[in-house]
């Protein structure tokens, strides 16, 4: 079963920079498109940030010119580099995994089928807080 572990959450300051990762487990990384989404409590998930096998990224047009979505296949690792953070960076950040995706747009993939827990994975989430 392919698990998730995020890394990276914390307290950043207004402007500052901030590193977000995700290590995958149990499967062929780079078959796999990852994708950062975030939330607010109270608010639904959004995609911000992915990444598809061939390393195409694709980002929610609010945040294409501060957040970067990377990929390491060799440590089976996806980043997720904030900078000059904003009030509205402050919440959750969760890592997901899509084994052979159709395609990653606007921040999310789309796998043309439904969840299946024994090939797609979704991490437990790192918390970014920002101060002003």
């Known amino acids: 079963q392919v698990q998730l572990e995020e890394s990276g959450g914390g307290s950043v300051q207004a402007g500052g920079s901030v590193r977000l990762s995700c290590v995958l487990s149990?499967?062929?990384?780079?078959?796999?498109?990852m994708a950062w989404f975030r939330q607010d409590p109270g608010s639904q998930r959004e995609g911000v940030a992915a990444i598809d096998t061939d390393g195409v990224t694709s980002y929610l047009g609010t945040v294409k010119d501060r957040y970067t979505i990377s990929r390491d296949n060799t440590k089976r690792t996806v980043y997720l580099d904030i900078n000059n953070a904003q009030p509205e960076d402050d919440a959750f950040y969760y890592c997901a995994a899509d084994y052979e995706c159709i395609f990653c747009r606007e921040g999310y993939c789309r796998r043309g089928r439904n969840f299946d827990p024994a090939l797609d994975a979704w991490g437990q989430g790192t918390r970014v807080r920002v101060s002003s």
């Open positions: 149990g499967g062929t990384y780079s078959r796999y498109c």
